[in-house]
């Protein structure tokens, strides 16, 4: 016969701490001490846990890609330019923990100069393409860089099936409108919601890809959930993300930067490092993680995939 | 109404911290003066720390060169605090601390442009001149800077003599050029979201406009008199 003798360090259950609360205690504590050891310095977001992300499947190389070493995939998710949601690097990280809210179903238009425009769910629009994996430079407009491994498809293989006219010209882009969710919308620091461009050729350039995910992962909210554009020869600001509208377009779409700014932020944007910002020079850049700056390709390293776009024009002027 | 207000503030806090009229306080200057430059030292200590933890985010060096110039402005601020402080407290002890304040300022400022120099431009000398002949941000950041060096100098009590108490004031006025130059260096340099900085130009234009106010009522107090 079994005799259990009650020792004196045995707890009864109940008293036993649950893990998620013990994990939670130590999170609280990390939070605390991080804050009142670094109030003087920029918080680090913490993401959404990266287990409970979905995960692709058998994804395809591209001999896009390039082999240099990518940017960890905590800068890559913390260091953000999302203003929707903030305009601290880690604000994006921390207010779109929750983006974008699974109860309302993503849905994007494709409309305007097209045969056969329609609404479409997220994941009817995306289950007809073969996902890829696109490992990208990306450049902000700010002077730094990532490498960052996309998931995505190209961008020209949906507008084919939407079958744009011959006035569709330009590609216009708008980002989701819901200040309930993105509260860096109750402030006008843009025009919301955030449109973006490109020319129909640029659309339709093998290297422009929607992307869904990243790491081989879904996109997390602060990386434009569920749906973004990459466009790698241009700056970061162009790759629009959280689409819900594509609209065929005759006219040169106004962009949010160029209404912000249009002296600073032109239509095209290509990364150029012989065209400076106003206010800062353009010809290095710090890439994430790495102590000494190096210098800008144009076109952001890939001139001799895109270069001809732009034959005999001249970029100073349209930069 | 308000200078009622005043005095009864100043009646105050002068009793609650200085015992007689030689104005030696009950605790010793020199352990304040200790305490608070310790408290000055906190912002380096976090960055420091910050750095050697990972806690400064992907981009560690944007990170430490926007702080130290944040607290070189912050640390402007306070010391411009000083003066109003001691018409509203009557605590004229305050001014004491102001030489360790100012010197933070220059101190935080002097580790920003470092970090510019060094970490941005990495000393490539022909490229920081090109900046600062043709970034106006540069430009005003760095005027600002050297605009700051004759008050570092000059903040010793032998220069101080020196220059007799006339012209040292009159030429640390320079600190409200300063001050209202770093602030414009930090509005060209948002993007878009100018709240931050507005909130420290705010903030600038009420410890100015204090002054301005002060010396309107001891003129018109002056002509009464007279």
């Given at each position: 016969?079994?005799?259990?003798?009650?020792?004196?360090?045995?707890?009864?259950?109940?008293?036993?701490?649950?893990?998620?609360?013990?994990?939670?205690?130590?999170?609280?504590?990390?939070?605390?001490?991080?804050?009142?050891?670094?109030?003087?310095?920029p918080?680090?977001?913490?993401?959404?846990?990266?287990?409970?992300?979905?995960?692709?499947?058998?994804?395809?190389?591209?001999?896009f890609?390039?082999?240099?070493?990518?940017?960890?995939?905590?800068s890559?998710?913390?260091?953000?330019?999302?203003?929707?949601?903030?305009?601290?690097?880690?604000?994006?990280?921390?207010?779109?923990?929750?983006?974008?809210?699974?109860?309302?179903?993503?849905?994007?238009k494709?409309?305007?100069?097209c045969?056969?425009?329609?609404?479409?769910?997220?994941?009817?629009?995306?289950?007809?393409?073969?996902?890829?994996?696109?490992?990208y430079?990306m450049?902000?407009?700010?002077?730094?860089?990532?490498?960052i491994?996309?998931?995505?498809?190209?961008?020209?293989?949906?507008?084919?099936?939407?079958?744009?006219?011959?006035?569709?010209?330009?590609v216009?882009?708008?980002?989701?409108?819901?200040?309930?969710?993105?509260?860096?919308?109750?402030?006008?620091?843009?025009?919301?919601?955030?449109?973006?461009?490109?020319r129909?050729?640029?659309?339709?350039?093998p290297?422009?890809?929607?992307?869904?995910?990243?790491?081989?992962?879904?996109?997390?909210?602060?990386?434009?959930?569920?749906?973004?554009?990459?466009?790698?020869?241009?700056?970061?600001?162009?790759s629009?993300?959280?689409?819900?509208?594509?609209?065929?377009?005759?006219?040169?779409?106004?962009?949010?930067?160029?209404?912000?700014?249009?002296?600073?932020?032109?239509?095209?944007?290509?990364?150029?490092?012989?065209?400076?910002?106003?206010?800062?020079?353009?010809?290095?850049?710090?890439?994430?993680?790495?102590?000494?700056?190096?210098?800008?390709?144009?076109?952001?390293?890939?001139?001799?995939?895109?270069?001809?776009?732009?034959?005999?024009?001249?970029?100073?002027?349209?930069? | 109404?308000?200078?009622?207000?005043?005095?009864?503030?100043?009646?105050?806090?002068?009793?609650?911290?200085?015992?007689?009229?030689?104005?030696?306080?009950?605790?010793?200057?020199?352990?304040?003066?200790?305490?608070?430059?310790?408290?000055?030292?906190?912002?380096?200590?976090a960055?420091?720390?910050g750095?050697?933890?990972?806690?400064?985010?992907?981009?560690?060096?944007?990170?430490?060169?926007?702080?130290?110039?944040?607290?070189?402005?912050?640390?402007?601020?306070?010391?411009?605090?000083?003066?109003?402080?001691?018409w509203?407290?009557?605590?004229?002890?305050?001014?004491?601390?102001r030489?360790?304040?100012?010197l933070?300022?220059?101190?935080?400022?002097?580790?920003?442009?470092?970090?510019?120099?060094?970490?941005?431009?990495?000393?490539?000398?022909?490229?920081?001149?090109?900046?600062?002949?043709?970034?106006?941000?540069?430009?005003?950041?760095?005027?600002?800077?050297?605009a700051?060096?004759?008050?570092?100098?000059?903040?010793?009590?032998?220069?101080?003599?020196?220059?007799?108490?006339?012209?040292?004031?009159?030429?640390?006025?320079?600190?409200?050029?300063?001050?209202?130059?770093?602030?414009?260096?930090?509005?060209?340099?948002v993007?878009?979201?100018?709240?931050?900085?507005?909130?420290?130009?705010?903030?600038?234009?009420?410890?100015?406009?204090?002054?301005?106010?002060?010396?309107?009522?001891?003129?018109?107090?002056?002509?009464?008199?007279n």
């Amino acid at each position: 016969m079994l005799i259990k003798r009650k020792r004196a360090w045995d707890l009864p259950q109940k008293e036993v701490t649950e893990y998620q609360v013990y994990k939670n205690r130590r999170q609280f504590l990390n939070t605390v001490l991080t804050l009142g050891v670094a109030s003087a310095l920029p918080r680090v977001g913490l993401a959404k846990p990266v287990d409970e992300l979905e995960v692709y499947q058998d994804l395809q190389s591209s001999p896009f890609s390039t082999d240099e070493k990518k940017t960890p995939f905590e800068s890559v998710t913390t260091y953000n330019n999302f203003y929707e949601f903030g305009t601290a690097k880690e604000a994006p990280s921390l207010y779109a923990t929750e983006f974008p809210d699974e109860s309302k179903p993503w849905r994007v238009k494709i409309d305007g100069e097209c045969d056969k425009p329609g609404v479409y769910e997220y994941d009817d629009l995306i289950k007809p393409f073969t996902l890829e994996e696109r490992i990208y430079r990306m450049r902000c407009v700010e002077g730094w860089s990532m490498v960052i491994p996309w998931v995505g498809f190209p961008l020209g293989d949906l507008l084919k099936r939407a079958q744009p006219n011959s006035k569709a010209k330009f590609v216009e882009f708008t980002t989701l409108y819901d200040p309930e969710q993105m509260p860096g919308q109750r402030r006008a620091v843009l025009e919301w919601p955030y449109v973006e461009g490109l020319r129909i050729d640029e659309a339709m350039h093998p290297l422009t890809i929607l992307s869904v995910g990243l790491y081989g992962k879904e996109l997390l909210g602060q990386n434009g959930a569920p749906i973004r554009l990459v466009v790698p020869w241009k700056y970061g600001f162009k790759s629009i993300k959280s689409i819900v509208r594509i609209r065929f377009v005759e006219d040169m779409p106004q962009s949010a930067w160029m209404k912000a700014n249009l002296s600073e932020y032109g239509f095209y944007s290509n990364v150029n490092p012989n065209v400076d910002h106003p206010r800062w020079s353009q010809r290095k850049e710090r890439r994430i993680g790495e102590f000494l700056k190096r210098e800008t390709l144009m076109f952001n390293g890939y001139g001799d995939e895109v270069a001809e776009l732009y034959t005999g024009m001249d970029l100073k002027r349209h930069y | 109404m308000v200078t009622k207000l005043l005095s009864s503030i100043q009646a105050w806090t002068s009793n609650a911290i200085t015992n007689s009229r030689t104005g030696d306080s009950w605790i010793g200057i020199t352990h304040l003066k200790v305490v608070l430059f310790l408290i000055c030292l906190y912002p380096l200590a976090a960055m420091v720390w910050g750095l050697f933890t990972g806690q400064l985010g992907a981009n560690p060096i944007e990170a430490v060169t926007r702080n130290s110039g944040l607290w070189g402005l912050r640390f402007l601020l306070i010391t411009l605090c000083i003066t109003p402080l001691r018409w509203l407290t009557g605590i004229n002890q305050l001014i004491r601390f102001r030489r360790m304040l100012g010197l933070f300022a220059f101190f935080y400022a002097t580790v920003h442009m470092l970090l510019y120099l060094g970490l941005d431009q990495f000393f490539d000398w022909s490229e920081i001149w090109h900046d600062i002949i043709k970034r106006p941000f540069i430009t005003v950041g760095f005027i600002n800077f050297v605009a700051l060096l004759p008050l570092a100098f000059t903040s010793t009590n032998k220069m101080m003599k020196r220059l007799g108490g006339r012209r040292w004031k009159q030429l640390h006025k320079l600190s409200y050029f300063v001050a209202m130059a770093a602030c414009v260096h930090y509005l060209m340099l948002v993007k878009a979201d100018i709240r931050q900085p507005v909130i420290y130009i705010v903030i600038l234009a009420i410890l100015l406009g204090a002054r301005l106010i002060n010396n309107y009522r001891q003129r018109r107090s002056s002509l009464i008199s007279n």
